[in-house]
């Protein structure tokens, strides 16, 4: 049974930084796409960052430049770097991982199998 625990997020001013981490275990083979969805009160699931196993990555517009999505094989871990943080960046985030290799990179919340349990994150202004 994969599991997915995330940890590192919590409260900070606008401008400030965060690092998630994901850590994976119980998976056969690791999972070639993971990455990072959050979801506002009242608002659905978004894509945040993707990482595929060539290490390409994806992200949604709002967070480019800001944001930087890694992942350490080694430790089965996944990261998101947030940098420069913005109140609207205020959400439960989510770690997932999908079991299909895709040629697209995989963006939305119906393409990934495994999730974690999430972190909030709140940003103040």
């Known amino acids: 049974q994969v599991q997915l625990v995330e940890s590192g997020g919590g409260s900070v001013q606008a401008g400030g930084s965060l690092r998630l981490s994901c850590a994976a275990s119980?998976?056969?083979?690791?999972?070639?796409?993971m990455g990072w969805f959050r979801q506002a009160p009242g608002k659905e699931r978004e894509g945040v960052a993707v990482?595929?196993?060539?290490?390409?990555?994806w992200y949604c517009d709002s967070v480019k430049g800001r944001f930087t999505i890694s992942r350490d094989n080694a430790k089965n871990t996944l990261y998101l770097r947030m940098n420069n943080l913005k109140p609207e960046d205020t959400a439960m985030y989510y770690c997932?991982?999908?079991?299909?290799?895709?040629?697209?990179?995989?963006?939305?919340?119906?393409?990934?199998?495994?999730w974690g349990q999430g972190t909030q994150v709140t940003v103040s202004s």
């Open positions: 997932a991982a999908a079991r299909t290799i895709t040629s697209d990179i995989p963006t939305t919340s119906y393409d990934y199998n495994y």
């Open positions: 119980g998976y056969t083979s690791r999972p070639y796409y």
């Open positions: 990482i595929g196993g060539s290490s390409r990555t």
